[in-house]
């Protein structure tokens, strides 16, 4: 009896042990998941905290930087180099192409209606030698007479300069400029237009003389002439006279034709838009 008693006394402790052991081992079991949980939750949470920080971290790195912009130089454009000396020839043939565009130029102004007479610079007057002739007339009350005259005179130049154009071209071009440098640095204005009326001139008016008389045919200047003179001639003691009208007009249609050649070469010196051919930029752009 007595050793049944203790052999259930220690049955009875062996199986309070054992339950003390199970019981502690799912205590620890609970306590270590929720440990586990509590990490995994924690990581959560900082990777969700990473994640929202990521956009914001992106879009600012993605944000461009505003580039510094770099002023450009400032480039000034080199003068184009100059020869060092103008030659003779190339003077001279600025000179001719001058002249050629000046009597070009003259030409068309004056072959106009009115390019003449309309013109206080180079209207032809009655000749200085019958001065007296257009006094006398114009106070016996023939003055319309010497008005046609005058006219008439006109006319002849303005109809007869288109002829003049070869004629002063073959001049032009025949010039032999020994000076030509002398004429280029020079400040008369119209040093080349004085250049060829003064060696040319001659010929000039040789040639030009039929042409004129042909036109002064043409627009009855010689009728309308011979009509003043005839008046003129009629009037008691006067001394009579017949001055030769071909010959005046001739000089003084040449003269006109000079005085506007010198005007072109005037505005070539002066105007750099008046330098419309490479000659006459190279040579009159050229600084002595």
Known sequence: MQKSLICLVLLCATAFSVQAQTSSAKKSSSSSKKTS???????????????ASTPAAATSAT????????????????????????????AADGIRDA???GIGKAVEVVSKT???FKNPLIKIPFPSEAQDVESVLRKVGA???????????????????????????DAIKSLTLNDALAIVQGTNERAATDFLQRTTVKQLTEKFKPIIQTSLE??????????VMGAYNQVPFVKKMNPDLSQYVTEKAIDGLFTMVAQEEKEIRKNPLARTTDILKKV????F
């Open 143 to 169: 003055g319309s007479k010497v008005d046609e005259a005058i006219e008439s005179l006109n006319r002849a130049a303005e109809n007869a300069a288109v002829g003049a154009l070869p004629i002063f071209g």
């Open 284 to 287: 009159f752009d050229f600084k």
């Open 218 to 227: 043409k627009v009855d200047a010689t009728k309308y002439w011979g009509a």
């Open 114 to 116: 009115d390019g003449y």
């Open 63 to 90: 944000v461009p930087a505003t580039p510094i912009a770099t002023p450009k130089p400032i480039v000034t454009p080199a003068e184009p180099a100059k020869p060092a000396q103008l030659s003779q020839g190339d």
């Open 37 to 51: 949980t509590t990490k995994s939750s924690s990581s959560s949470k900082a990777k969700t905290t990473q994640t």
């Open 99 to 101: 002249l050629s565009k």
